[in-house]
């Protein structure tokens, strides 16, 4: 519960200025923290003084969880309670950085003038010297530097960046009329800690278009904050309508409710970052009326909201805005993103305009496992970009076979996939891939079977009929009636596809052989490359590190367990496999260095565990 404390100290800072769960303080060193108590401590030697107690944002700042040993009785008593076991400090009031205010001589003060008086280095001379090789003083010149200050004065920059510089508050005074020109600021890392403050900034400069906040715990608004602000938006006394882009994530909001009401007080957004705001309370009827009030969004920034449902949660709120082109729902416990496979009412039915203008969608962390479940965004019509990984699908996957399938099924109007360009080269090869994967399966079932199950688990393979009906040709030829095959039993991707791989040495008693150049079947081993190379170039398999690419990659792929395939890797038609030679003595090196570390780190925990029970047995010895 927040309390506000009303008595002061010879410190001269009263303690009425500090809200217990509000008031954000930094210390010497940049760490941030909020101040959760404030009162007397059972093990400080004077029990009327008060200090302050403070959960700090970085763990590693604190010594505790709340809790000491109180000098007269001995016990443990506990003051208030901390989620991280050492991630708490007190501290006396007359240390506390209550932030400072932002105003227009914190402006002044982080961007430069072109007076001369103040240049760093006048004459294009600093004041230092450097010593050269003969032993004599050499003046070090400093040329561009009025140049650079013409680019940093303030009554030409539109974008201001004021990031953990300890601002609390805001400072009312007439000196804002000479910034109104501001069209960005970024504040993130300072200590607001309300709302109130925020719509201060807004009307301080109403021209601003981006506001950034980001890793400030603003929180939820008040009920009078709400009001007050819907109030004077409606009466036109707040200027908040030039804003369109406003970043609010890490700012500790834990309430559906401060979404709605965003909405209707800015509803010209176009740009909204909310990330790691707790948003699992979010239903149809909610985001339904979130989602009238963005009526021009065009980014949204949902990672890690707690949201589990793409029918109930997902499509209420962005379905039906007709702006959005860029959805990011990283670590979100999503399992799926069908409307028909979770349940769901009549109320979550989608739209014509289903993501109509959808272009990027980020599901990275979700807890998405099996393809069918990423069916749903087939009915995307203009969606070309997926980020998409850290999901039980992938697991047993690796990273080449899952791009290949990825590709393939998402359709032909994909252009990126985790943020890397497909290639017309990579297309075609995993739709063929995936086209003769799916043809063994459908040859291996009834004909009456095989149209309900190309419609449930392979969407995407009607499309590819027609381009690549050769492939279903010749995989009918090859299936015999004596085939046992069933759909479980044939890979998710066609081991059997031949490829064409040129295998050259990088090491240095063969690197001047000539590249051998192999037709091999998906399916072989990374073992038989290894015992093929050993052959022709003379080297030991378990001296071996293979890595292939192709002329789209940047970096190459290493083949790096000998029992996956080819198919697994996701090696396609004209890859380059390179041998290199492992260097033995390095691997020596590097392992020796790791137990050394390790030893040592050992060794810290101990003498650190040691003085933990020393100083707790002195405090037990004092009382």
């Not at 530097?145 to 510089?165: A, F």
């Not at 508050?169 to 960005?184: D, G, N």
């Not at 027609?466 to 015999?480: F, G, N």
């Not at 996701?570 to 030893?599: C, P, W, Y």
Request: aromatic share 6%.
């Amino acid at each position: 519960m927040m309390s506000s404390v009303t008595t002061t100290t010879s410190t001269e800072l009263s303690t009425s200025s500090i809200t217990a769960g509000v008031t954000r303080i930094q210390d010497v060193d940049g760490y941030v923290g909020t101040v959760v108590y404030v009162g007397p401590v059972a093990s400080a030697k004077d029990p009327t003084e008060h200090y302050a107690g403070v959960i700090w944002d970085d763990p590693s700042r604190g010594k505790h969880d709340g809790s000491v040993v109180c000098r007269r009785t001995n016990e443990l008593v506990r003051h208030f309670s901390c989620a991280h076991p050492c991630g708490a400090s007190f501290l006396r009031l007359s240390k506390l950085n209550l932030g400072v205010a932002l105003n227009a001589a914190l402006l002044r003060s982080k961007y430069v003038t072109t007076d001369s008086d103040e240049l760093v280095a006048p004459n294009n001379l600093l004041q230092h010297t450097a010593r050269t090789a003969q032993g004599h003083e050499k003046p070090i010149e400093f040329y561009g530097e009025l140049k650079i200050r013409s680019h940093q004065q303030l009554e030409d920059l539109q974008t201001i960046s004021l990031r953990r510089m300890g601002i609390a508050h805001v400072e009312q005074s007439k000196e804002w009329q000479e910034f109104q020109h501001l069209t960005a600021l970024d504040l993130t890392g300072n200590l607001l800690s309300d709302w109130d403050t925020v719509l201060d900034i807004l009307q301080q400069f109403p021209n601003l278009t981006d506001l950034n906040v980001a890793a400030n715990r603003i929180r939820d608004p008040s009920k009078e904050t709400i009001e007050q602000a819907i109030e004077q938006q409606y009466c036109q006394q707040a200027p908040f309508s030039a804003l369109a882009n406003l970043n609010l994530n890490h700012c500790g909001i834990e309430s559906v409710q401060t979404l709605l009401w965003i909405g209707r007080l800015l509803p010209q957004l176009q740009q909204l970052c909310m990330a790691h705001a707790n948003l699992g309370e979010l239903d149809a009827e909610t985001g339904r009326q979130a989602a009238d009030t963005f009526e021009h969004l065009t980014q949204l920034d949902l990672t890690n909201c707690h949201l589990t449902s793409w029918s109930k949660q997902v499509v209420p709120l962005c379905s039906t805005l007709s702006c959005l082109q860029l959805l990011i729902l990283d670590d979100n416990p999503i399992d799926t993103t069908n409307t028909t496979t979770e349940q769901h009412t009549d109320e979550t039915e989608t739209t014509t305009n289903y993501f109509s203008q959808l272009e990027s969608l980020h599901l990275a962390g979700t807890q998405i496992a099996t393809w069918q479940d990423l069916d749903g965004l087939l009915q995307f019509p203009k969606l070309t970009s997926l980020r998409f990984r850290r999901c039980p699908l992938l697991e047993s996957m690796g990273t080449g076979e899952a791009r290949a399938i990825a590709i393939a099924r998402l359709g032909p109007n994909s252009t990126k996939l985790n943020a890397s360009v497909i290639s017309p080269k990579e297309r075609h090869d995993a739709e063929k891939r995936y086209v003769s994967s799916v043809a063994s399966q459908l040859l291996s079932l009834d004909a009456s079977a095989r149209d309900q199950f190309v419609q449930q688990y392979h969407k995407a393979f009607p499309q590819l009929l027609e381009q690549y009906k050769d492939i279903i040709v010749s995989a009918a030829t090859a299936h015999s009636p004596g085939d046992d095959e069933s759909p479980r039993s044939v890979a998710a991707t066609s081991t059997s596809m031949v490829v064409n791989v040129s295998i050259q040495s990088m090491a240095a008693s063969s690197c001047h052989q000539e590249p051998m150049v192999r037709r091999l079947p998906g399916s072989l081993p990374i073992k038989r490359i290894k015992a093929m190379c050993a052959r022709t170039f003379g080297l030991d398999p378990d001296l071996q590190r293979l890595h292939f690419c192709t002329e789209f990659d940047a970096f190459p792929t290493e083949l790096d367990d000998d029992e996956h395939t080819l198919a697994y890797y996701g090696v396609s038609d004209g890859a380059t496999i390179f041998m290199n030679e492992i260097d033995l003595d390095a691997i020596k090196r590097q392992q020796e260095k790791v137990k050394q570390e390790q030893l040592s780190n050992l060794e810290r925990q101990e003498a650190l565990e040691v003085q933990k029970q020393q100083h707790k047995q002195q405090l037990l010895q004092k009382h």
